[in-house]
């Protein structure tokens, strides 16, 4: 998933997308900091937040049929939930996380979360060689892709593309 995050993130600096959201879970810090190295702007918790309520993840949400009561209005349901102890639980829980953010942006010699970038982040190539996520992945130049020329990287794809029309893209059969 980082890899369609990065490709988000890219369309974005590059101006191709004026706002760009992905959506992956984060439920421990290392995740976040794992999506914040590259670019992320900001990172939601809600499905880990919904697990430290107490929800089982029984997908009855939309049917208001939850069997632990978290995602219901039926009375009967919601008798067993103790909303101090959730709430103390979700409090814990979001208080471990930062400081777990805490700890590692000190690991990384960094003072803020704002200061990471992709060369925070190595990616094993092959047996002995690694390369960081700006090696792999270069950051592009603000608004570089909106007009010629365009970064050599980019070059042969942005000659094929089309705002009308996908048929010019190499390999693509149009769905009967």
């Known amino acids: 998933m980082r890899q369609q995050f990065l490709i988000v993130n890219c369309t974005v600096v590059a101006g191709l997308l004026a706002l760009g959201y992905f959506f992956q879970p984060v439920f421990w810090a290392f995740v976040l900091i794992g999506l914040l190295c590259p670019g992320a702007d900001t990172c ?11 929800c089982i993840q029984a997908l009855r949400c939309h049917t208001n049929k939850c069997p632990t009561g978290v995602a219901t209005q039926d009375p009967v349901l919601t008798r067993g939930l103790d909303g101090g102890d959730k709430r103390q639980r979700v409090a814990r829980y979001h208080q471990e996380t930062i400081h777990s953010v805490h700890e590692l942006v000190a690991a990384a010699g960094v003072r803020s979360t704002v200061q ?7 990616r094993r190539i ?13 950051y592009p130049q603000p608004e570089s892709l909106l007009s010629p020329p365009y970064a050599s990287d980019y070059q042969e794809d942005m000659q094929q593309s089309s705002p009308h029309t996908f048929d010019k893209v190499k390999g693509y059969k149009k769905m009967q």
């Open 126 to 138: 092959d047996g002995d060689e690694t390369k960081t996520l700006e090696e792999i992945y270069p």
């Open 44 to 54: 939601n918790s809600a499905r880990a937040m919904m697990i430290a309520t107490g």
């Open 116 to 122: 990471f970038d992709r060369n925070f982040i190595s």
